[in-house]
């Protein structure tokens, strides 16, 4: 473990800095001020993982963000030099923390903000609903450049009916909105309770109601063993042919074959989704051209505040690793 001078000559990777705005928001040159070495990699490494453990072979520190960049068992045992690290957020469900506590690896995380996930799940759902692919007009597109100018027809959301697939903060959140919209609000999940649905002022139903009654169904889970794949072509066949299905939690809750069968099939009224099995979305991914769609990039948590957290954070962290006292230490969750 390195010591109060070990940040001397540490080498740190800093991964998938998409907006190139690490070195800005955070204290690296603080670090590099003490004699680290401090490469950012504004690209993504690839899902090769010859590739990724080429090019992180020669590093110390890792400081990933989010789950862009899977740290697996495999990846982990061809990079032998990686002595701590860093994982934006509280939990990285993409890190293998039984591989890094077999070597020996602390990986620590970092404060998080709920908000900005809420804030874009409302963004997901006013963008599908009043079809705001088809009506913005900016820059010489849309209506302002050769669009017709009223070209669709929007839905309202005073009286639709709500489900939220999961009610734990981030839910809760979603929820006090649409309550605030005058929209009906259900829910269901694994653990939820009649006491907790009443605090936030929903109703509690079951999961096959849920999927049934709700206008707009929104994910608001964890992604584990018993949530990958839970939203299948059992549960998309039980929502109405208007309904729409919004994801900002974790792509692997949808079946996504499942998913793109729906929607070609016109068998759900659309889809609003910022978060897929694999990311960055592959080019030729059928959801690139599924019928009504609504797609962004992984954006939910991308504020500038939450990125300010972030790397604050991580340098905080690696600052504790090198003084022998690391915080915000991710454990193994319980069996």
């Known amino acids: 473990m390195a010591s109060l001078t070990g940040i001397q000559g540490l080498k740190i990777a800093v991964l998938d800095d998409y907006q190139g705005v690490a070195r800005e928001m955070g204290g690296f040159a603080r670090l590099e001020d003490a004699g680290a070495e401090v490469t950012v990699f504004r690209e993504h490494l690839g899902h090769d993982d ?79 609903v009043r079809r705001l692919d088809a009506e913005l007009g900016s820059g010489g597109s849309g209506w302002t450049g050769d669009g017709g100018w009223q070209t669709t027809v929007g839905r309202g959301l005073e009286g639709a009916r709500l489900g939220l697939l999961g009610l734990g903060n981030l839910g809760s959140r979603v929820a006090r909105v649409g309550l605030a919209f005058g929209m009906d609000v259900i829910a269901w999940s694994q653990n939820l309770t009649d006491e907790h649905a009443a605090e936030v002022g929903v109703r509690r139903v079951g999961k096959d109601e849920l999927f049934a009654e709700a206008d707009i169904l929104s994910i608001h889970l964890v992604l584990s063993k018993r949530t990958r794949g839970l939203v299948g072509a059992a549960e998309l066949a039980l929502m109405k042919p208007d309904a729409l299905l919004v994801n900002s939690s974790r792509g692997p809750i949808v079946d996504e074959a499942a998913l793109v069968e729906a929607l070609e099939a016109g068998r759900i009224g659309g889809a609003a989704l910022d978060v897929y099995d694999v990311e960055p979305l592959p080019a030729d991914h059928p959801l690139r051209t599924a019928p009504r769609t609504f797609l962004t990039p992984h954006i939910g948590y991308v504020t500038r505040e939450q990125y300010e957290v972030f790397y604050r954070d991580a340098v905080e962290d690696i600052e504790a690793w090198a003084a022998g006292s690391p915080v915000r230490v991710m454990e193994l969750p319980p069996k």
Do not use: Q
């Open 50 to 128: 010859g590739a990724v453990a080429a090019a992180l072979a020669p590093f110390d520190v890792l400081v990933a963000m989010r789950e862009r960049t899977p740290l697996t068992a495999a990846r982990l045992e061809r990079l032998p030099n990686v002595k701590f690290i860093v994982s934006t957020g509280r939990r990285n469900a993409s890190i293998d923390l039984k591989a890094t506590a077999a070597r020996g690896i602390p990986v620590c995380g970092t404060g998080y903000l709920p908000s900005p996930a809420a804030e874009h799940t409302w963004a997901l759902i006013h963008a599908a």
